[in-house]
């Protein structure tokens, strides 16, 4: 049971270039999010999704595109990264509202745009 | 908007003492939670309060949950070197959304 897993664990990219970071959960969760965590600061939530096939926006959605085709996968994608998207990126995922637990988090993905 | 703020944002302690790191948030919800990160590490999950004068405990650390205050306190007993890191409440909204404080970076010293 790995949890909630995380590729690529830290990528250089630079300005303009694209990529998608995997997130990826064994726990048959019904949720899962995305956020980005920057010095000094908490984590803010980017995308999320209740479900497969759905996705929402969060509190930072721009420069970001999401898709949970499979209920096991989120994937989040940067189709022009910019220097303002170097950031620590967490997924997590969670079994849902009803449910009252905590959202488990992946390792983080480091991401520096040059 | 919901603004979560926790007070300190730095705090140095000796080994041995107590405290209290602050947590207020801006809109009503009863459900809030507490995480632990190490550096370069992802975040633990420490304690989910999901009630008003909801309490818990672990080891030297106790939470707990005032709705009406909105307000939510994180207790260190007798602090050691390894409860060193950086904790964050984070308030949870619709849709399990979590909104997050700005962390709580302690510094515990021998």
């Known amino acids: 049971n790995a949890g909630v897993t995380q590729t690529p664990k830290f990528r250089v990219l630079k300005t303009g270039q694209s990529m998608t970071l995997l997130c990826a959960q064994d726990?048959?969760?019904?949720?899962m999010y995305w956020y980005r965590q920057d010095p000094g600061m908490g984590l803010r939530l980017i995308h999320y999704?209740?479900?497969?096939?759905?996705?929402a926006k969060g509190e930072v959605p721009d420069g970001y595109n999401v898709s949970r085709l499979k209920k096991q996968n989120f994937l989040l994608g940067l189709e022009s990264a910019a220097p303002s998207q170097t950031s620590v990126y967490f997924c997590?995922?969670?079994?849902?509202?009803?449910?009252?637990?905590?959202?488990?988090f992946g390792p983080g993905t480091r991401l520096l745009v040059l | 908007e919901l603004k979560v703020e926790q007070n300190p944002l730095f705090l140095s302690m000796q080994e041995g003492k107590n405290y209290t790191i602050y947590c207020n948030y801006s809109?009503?919800?009863?459900?809030l939670y507490w995480y632990r990160q190490d550096p370069g590490k992802s975040l633990e999950s420490l304690f989910v309060?999901?009630?008003?004068?909801a309490v818990k405990q672990e080891g030297r650390l106790m939470a707990s949950l005032d709705t009406k205050a909105r307000l939510s306190t994180l207790h260190i007993t007798a602090a050691v070197h390894d409860l060193s890191a950086t904790y964050f409440c984070?308030?949870?909204?619709?849709?399990?959304?979590?909104?997050f404080g700005e962390g709580t970076q302690l510094t515990v010293n021998p």
């Open positions: 999704s209740v479900g497969e096939g759905t996705t």
């Open positions: 309060l999901l009630s008003n004068g």
């Open positions: 809109t009503t919800s009863d459900r």
């Open positions: 726990m048959n969760h019904e949720y």
């Open positions: 997590a995922s969670s079994r849902g509202h009803t449910w009252r637990e905590t959202q488990y």
């Open positions: 984070a308030v949870e909204t619709s849709g399990s959304r979590l909104t």
